[in-house]
Structure formats: C-alpha cells, structure tokens
C-alpha cells in the first residue's frame, strides 16, 4: 500500500489556554478529497493553516510525501506542492480571467530554465496550461471578462485556478470554490484534496 500524501499526527495548535486544534491524526491519499466540517470557530481555518505554514503546530507532525514538513515556512510548502485557497480571493480586478490565471502559470512555469523548451514553445505551452486550467474551473466562457467584474462565485473559482496553476499535490481551501466541492456543496466548508494535474 502507498504511504498517503497527505498525514497530520497527533496535531495540536494552541493559543494560550485555548485549543483550536486539539490531537488530529488523520491521513490523505493521492487523488482523495477530504471535507471538514464544523460551526465558526471550530479551528476548520486553522487546521487548514497548519497543512499550508500559515499557522505554527504547537506539537504533532504534518508529513507531505513522506517528508515532515511541520517546521517547514509556507513559501517551502507551496514550492513542495501544497497550495491554499483563501476564503477571500486574491486576484488582479484589472487583469482578464485569463489574464490572471496566465500569471499563476507564468510564476510556476518560468522561462529560461533546461527543463522548459525555447520561448515561443514555452509560450504556447502557458497558453495552453491556461487554457486548460479555465476549462477545468469552468472559467472558460468568462476568460475574457475584467476579474474585478466577476461574481464572488467567480472570483473564487479564478483563485482556484491560479492555485491549481502551480500544480499542486495538495490543494487547501476554505469555503471551497464550486469547481472544489463534492456533490453535497453545504457538506464542504472546508477541504484538502490532492488537485489533478493540468
């Protein structure tokens, strides 16, 4: 059996006398979704922040791929594949939907390294990646609007798809994006899953 992508072991996050996160143990497969439900103040974000750096364990270990990332800083965490969907979306309001998600592609997909081919290749291959990613959070049809103009949901999905641009093993969000949740929407106010690859 595969070891999971995903393990939180005996997790707790504290903030003086009060406990947010209290002893999780809880594990995740490659290609698993995993809903986190709770009332506010349940530590559903905090859990969350835990996976991504955002928040510091007080004890227990988060292992991602076999590595005990629990002291890792998020910038490190992201580099290694876990990605996070804020509740309130980051994107450019004067970009395109597009456009935006070509800047989640273009920061993850440099130019210039071995790995990449020439420009204009590596050009069409962005393209395409954005392409892709708009048809997989159903963004397609408003590729070509102003993302300061999109609806709440809208704007949720393009954070989605600038998340998921980066290639993620392990996609976080709160309050997840429809293109996110399972086939009981209010079931999923929280959840982890391992994002497919563009």
């Known amino acids: 059996m595969n070891p999971p992508l995903l393990a939180l072991n005996g997790i707790i996050r504290r903030y003086g006398a009060i406990t947010a996160v ?4 809880v594990t995740v497969a490659a290609g698993q979704r995993l809903a986190i439900t ?8 905090t ?11 007080t004890s227990g270990k988060v292992i991602y791929d076999g590595t ?3 002291t890792w800083p998020t910038h490190r965490r992201a580099r290694a594949g876990i990605a996070r969907v804020f509740q309130h979306p980051q994107v450019a309001a004067r970009h395109t939907v597009l456009g935006n998600i070509l800047l989640g592609v273009h920061r993850h997909h440099r130019t210039g390294t071995a790995l990449l081919p020439p420009r204009r290749a590596a050009a069409r291959l962005m393209r395409e990646m954005t392409l892709h990613l708009a048809d997989q959070t159903g963004l397609r049809t408003v590729g070509t609007h102003l ?26 969000s709160t309050n997840p994006p429809l293109a996110c949740q399972t086939t009981k929407p209010s079931a999923s106010p929280g959840c982890c899953r391992p994002c497919p690859t563009p």
């Open 38 to 45: 709770g009332p506010n103040g349940a530590g559903k974000s």
């Open 22 to 25: 209290g002893r999780i143990n």
């Open 47 to 57: 859990l969350l922040g835990l996976i991504d750096g955002t928040v510091t364990a």
């Open 147 to 172: 993302a300061g103009h999109l609806s709440y949901g809208h704007r949720r999905q393009l954070d989605l798809a600038m998340a998921l641009a980066a290639n993620p093993g392990c996609c976080c």
């Open 68 to 70: 005990d990332i629990t």
